[in-house]
């Protein structure tokens, strides 16, 4: 069956299409003004609200604006109050200033017044002075003319005899008052010298002793005697051969006597016997070793014995090697007196002496006390030991007014400074007291040092000793440079040396050991 659709249909269709979009549109155009009247409600709000917002923001800033701009001008209140007090500060002392040139200014102006014045009467002054001169040279000029007619001579000649009588008045007098002078000077400086001269002695006032050649060791009883010597006396032959000293054995109870002209090497034997003694341990090895170490110790207690000295006397500056020949003096003696102690003796009178004449005494000390340096000095140099004290002070820089003293305390040399002659004057009084020296001590010294010294001539000896007060001579050869044969010989030539350039009583035997030792150990 077909369907029929009825024509009305459609145009009802159509007219319910119309209807229905206009509906439509109504709907939607009522819908959107209501969304558009919102939307202009909700913007006119957010502009009212955009409007409140802004004005309080205006307002706050303008607060802020206030605020600073109030800062500001308090700043420049103050600042301008502060350059305003600086202003009058600075308007008062212009004014003060101002005052001050105001007084200063009248005071100027009065003082031109009182200028003007004195100008004024020096004026009037110095045109009075001139009438005067004028009057005074015409009566000079009148005077000269009748002295002329009364004495016969012209000015010139009378001026001329009044300087030459003058001139031989002058001489005159001058030459008695330069003798006069001098001999007061004279009499006044010999005063003055053995007052300082006496001074010097009584403040340096010492006991003397002389040095002798012997040292005697307490032992404490007579067996010990036969451990020195030990067996065959081979013991006794160590220690000589070791310290170069006699060592007498004798009768005296409890006691050794050790005999040497070298006060350090009997000074080394007195102390290793006297160790050895009290250790027991008594043979050549042990010896040698007791020797050696004393031999050290000896060596330090010379340096210490001469900064001690030096530190006494208060001097500075010494050269250690100085120091050490200082020290060396403590075992060297002059004619019997003791080096060391006469030249500290010899320092303090020259300090003391140098003091009253205005001279340095530091240095003059130091001169006293290394007069006699020389003197330490190993014997193999040749020459004077003013001389060589010379040589050894410049070599170590010393001052050249101690230098000078040094090698002219003996007039070797020529003296350069007052100094010398204070050194050489102390030396003659320390050495002229009575008691200080002996002559005797000084010859016997002087000739077992030529004993010695001419037995280290021969080439191979390695040590000499001079013992037996001078009647031996012990010579200690190199065995690697000599043998027997060479011992013979040497023995001989240097007894005939000894007898071609010494001088001495009796004889003197000459031993000549050579010695060869080989060790060994066990392990």
Do not use: C
Not at 281 to 290: D, F, G, Q
Request: no cysteine.
């Amino acid at each position: 069956m077909e369907w029929f659709v009825p024509i009305y249909v459609i145009p009802v269709s159509v007219l319910l299409i119309i209807i229905a979009f206009y509906l439509g549109w109504a709907i939607n155009s009522k819908i959107g003004k209501n969304n558009i009247h919102s939307a202009k409600e909700k913007s006119e709000a957010i502009i009212a609200d955009a409007e409140k917002e802004a004005k309080s923001i205006k307002k706050e800033k303008l607060l802020e604006v206030k605020d600073e701009w109030f800062k500001k001008k308090q700043e420049f209140d103050g600042e301008v109050n502060t350059k305003r007090q600086k202003l009058q500060s600075i308007e008062k002392k212009l004014e003060l200033r101002e005052e001050n040139i105001e007084k200063k200014y009248d005071l100027v102006i009065s003082k031109e017044k009182e200028n003007k014045q004195l100008e004024k009467q020096i004026s009037e002054r110095q045109e009075l002075i001139k009438r005067k001169e004028e009057e005074l040279s015409k009566l000079i000029v009148e005077q000269n003319v009748r002295l002329e007619k009364i004495a016969s001579l012209t000015s010139e000649e009378a001026k001329k005899m009044l300087m030459e009588n003058m001139v031989n008045k002058a001489k005159s007098d001058a030459s008695q008052a330069i003798q006069q002078i001098r001999d007061e000077a004279k009499a006044e400086a010999k005063k003055i010298a053995q007052k300082i001269v006496v001074q010097a002695i009584q403040r340096t006032a010492v006991d003397h002793s002389v040095e002798t050649t012997v040292s005697v060791v307490q032992i404490q009883n007579d067996e010990m005697k036969g451990r020195i010597i030990g067996r065959e006396g081979r013991n006794i032959r160590a220690f000589e051969a070791a310290t170069g000293v006699d060592v007498i054995v004798d009768d005296t109870p409890e006691a050794v006597i050790l005999s040497a002209f070298d006060q350090f090497r009997r000074e080394v034997a007195r102390i290793a016997l006297e160790r050895l003694i009290a250790d027991g341990r008594i043979h050549p090895a042990r010896i040698e070793e007791v020797v050696a170490k004393v031999e050290s110790e000896l060596e330090e207690e010379i340096m210490r014995e001469g900064e001690n000295t030096v530190i006494q006397l208060g001097l500075h500056g010494v050269h250690p090697e100085l120091v050490k020949h200082i020290g060396k003096m403590k075992y060297r003696s002059s004619y019997g007196q003791n080096l060391l102690q006469h030249s500290i003796e010899v320092a303090y009178l020259t300090g003391i002496m140098a003091s009253e004449l205005g001279f340095d005494p530091l240095i003059a000390k130091k001169a006293g006390l290394m007069h006699d340096i020389g003197k330490t000095v190993d014997k193999s140099i040749e020459g004077p030991h003013a001389l060589i004290g010379y040589d050894l002070a410049k070599k170590f820089k010393e001052h050249h007014i101690v230098v000078n003293a040094i090698g002219s305390h003996h007039e070797d040399i020529e003296m350069e400074h007052p100094i010398a002659a204070l050194v050489q004057a102390a030396d003659a009084i320390s050495g002229a007291r009575p008691g200080a020296r002996r002559e005797p001590l000084e010859s016997y010294v002087k000739r077992l040092e030529n004993l010695e010294g001419i037995a280290k001539t021969f080439e191979g000896v390695a040590k000499t000793y001079a013992i037996q007060a001078g009647r031996e001579v012990r010579v200690i050869v190199e065995p690697d440079k000599a043998d027997d044969d060479f011992s013979d010989k040497l023995a001989y030539d240097i007894a005939q040396k000894i007898e071609e350039e010494m001088e001495y009583p009796g004889q003197i035997k000459v031993t000549v050991i050579r010695e060869v030792r080989k060790i060994a150990y066990a392990k």
